[in-house]
């Protein structure tokens, strides 16, 4: 198939490979083909019910799943039914769920092709979804927000490329992505490191930080004005890399919200999380309202 064809393809499928998405008239499951790494990934799309009946724009919120996860991961594991759609509605927002590569925290690899997930979300996937669906283009309508390795993907885009973004967040983040800081089993941590040196080498995991990892990217997160929201449970395995960037955040002056709550690294935590962050973000979005076009 042509690629460029194939990246202006969407797919509005019903049941794809035994995906059940709720209301499926508000959920469209695409595919894009990514030249940068001559493979396709799918995403959803979350639309508000008024989408089809009006010709109105609408902004967009990125949502990010975790390590070894799938774009359908906040459809399907959330703990509350139709939750994205809800969401949907009740901010009239697009909600867009790609899918990434196991453990590749959505960088660039310097060492390997297959994994260019930056330039993917920056120079591929947001044209795209842009081109084919009624957004605002600006960055004043535009968020993204994740969980876990999708926290970091969500700081580590927005930081390298705030003329994209107007708000970010994180849930349960993956801050620094250095293993020794998680309260994880040796075996996982081995896995981690290794799957790390594979993508990108030998790095830096001790200040001056890597711009990899999360962590390294505060000088930035200070300069670019984009609104922050993070947060973690407080028996959450990665609670250590979140107080690390949160008093980073506060040595150098970024303005961001940061909360601690009960709760670990599940899907109970995320689905209250989720309503937090879009509240957030939709304040954000109010305040810029009058630059959407």
């Known amino acids: ?5 194939n990246m202006k393809r969407i797919l509005i499928v019903i049941f794809l490979l035994g995906f059940n998405f709720p209301s499926i008239a508000q959920v469209d499951t695409i595919e894009v083909f990514s030249p940068v790494m001559q493979k396709t990934l799918r995403a959803a799309v979350v639309k508000p019910s008024t989408y089809s009946n009006t010709a109105q724009k609408y902004p967009s919120i990125y949502l990010l799943h975790g390590g070894s996860g799938s774009f359908s991961d906040w459809h399907q594991k ?5 939750l994205l759609i809800d969401l949907a509605n009740q901010y009239q927002v697009l909600i867009i769920t790609p899918g990434v590569g196991p453990a590749s925290y959505y960088y660039d690899s310097p060492l390997m092709d297959t994994v260019k997930y930056e330039t993917y979300f920056i120079k ?17 309508a535009r968020a993204i927000t994740g969980l876990s390795m999708g926290g970091h993907g969500a700081m580590m885009l927005s930081a390298k490329n705030p003329h994209m ?34 993508m990108l080498g030998e790095i830096q995991y001790q200040h001056p930080f890597s711009e990899y990892t999360a962590v390294g990217l505060v000088d930035r997160m200070k300069k670019n004005g984009i609104a922050l929201l993070f947060d973690c449970g407080v028996d ?58």
């Open 236 to 293: 959450d395995f990665l609670i250590a890399t979140n107080r690390q960037i949160h008093e980073l955040l506060l040595q150098n002056n970024t303005p961001h919200e940061y909360t601690e709550r009960p709760g670990a690294h599940t899907w109970d935590y995320w689905t209250e999380a989720l309503p937090f962050h879009m509240l957030f973000i939709d304040n954000v979005f109010k305040k810029h309202k009058q630059t959407q076009k």
């Open 165 to 198: 973004f107007i708000a970010a967040g994180s849930m349960s983040g993956v801050m620094n992505i250095d293993t020794d800081l998680w309260t994880v089993n040796d075996e996982f941590r081995k896995l981690r490191k290794e799957a790390q040196k594979a």
């Open 124 to 140: 591929e996937l947001i044209p795209f979804i842009d081109q084919n669906y009624r957004t605002y283009s600006q960055r004043e």
């Open 1 to 5: 198939m042509n690629p460029e064809n």
């Open 78 to 82: 959330v703990t509350k039914e139709n």
